[in-house]
């Protein structure tokens, strides 16, 4: 049975999902953008720090799952320019050191204006 996972380190939900539903041995994440948990803004600007910022919250959805960013298997990312895709890849790359699968794509806007937007697909004990 699928058990949703909720955790006030990331930013609440702004539509009717859950950060995150974990589900036979794995734990799928909503799609995470640069909002400040702590303060429900978006604060960071330019790639990097909303690179950054969205790490950090996927972190934290992991492991209020139960599991952790080493343990990712796949990612999706999304980006509103794919000019920003070299910036993207240094931050990315410290958080994601296990280089899971990915695909990233370009798309034509993100919620709220960002720059950026990763899930996640994780294995969970």
């Keep these: 049975m699928a058990e ?19 589900a036979n041995g794995l734990v799928f994440t909503s799609g995470q953008i640069p909002i400040n948990p702590a303060t ?12 950054e910022q969205v790490c950090k919250n996927l972190k934290a959805v992991l492991e209020a ?6 343990r990712v298997v796949k990612t999706t990312c999304f980006l509103y320019d794919m000019a920003d895709f070299a ?15 990915r ?8 919620p709220k204006g960002v720059l950026v937007e990763v899930e996640a697909i994780a294995e969970i004990d």
């Design 4 to 22: 949703r996972v909720y955790t006030k380190n990331a930013p609440d939900a702004i539509g009717p999902y859950s950060q995150a539903v974990r």
């Design 40 to 51: 429900g803004n978006i604060e960071a600007e330019g790639i990097s720090a909303q690179t």
């Design 65 to 70: 799952s139960g599991s952790d960013i080493t």
């Design 87 to 101: 910036a993207f890849n240094e931050v990315y790359a410290t958080y994601f050191t296990s280089k899971p699968a």
């Design 103 to 110: 695909s990233c794509v370009a798309v034509k806007t993100l």
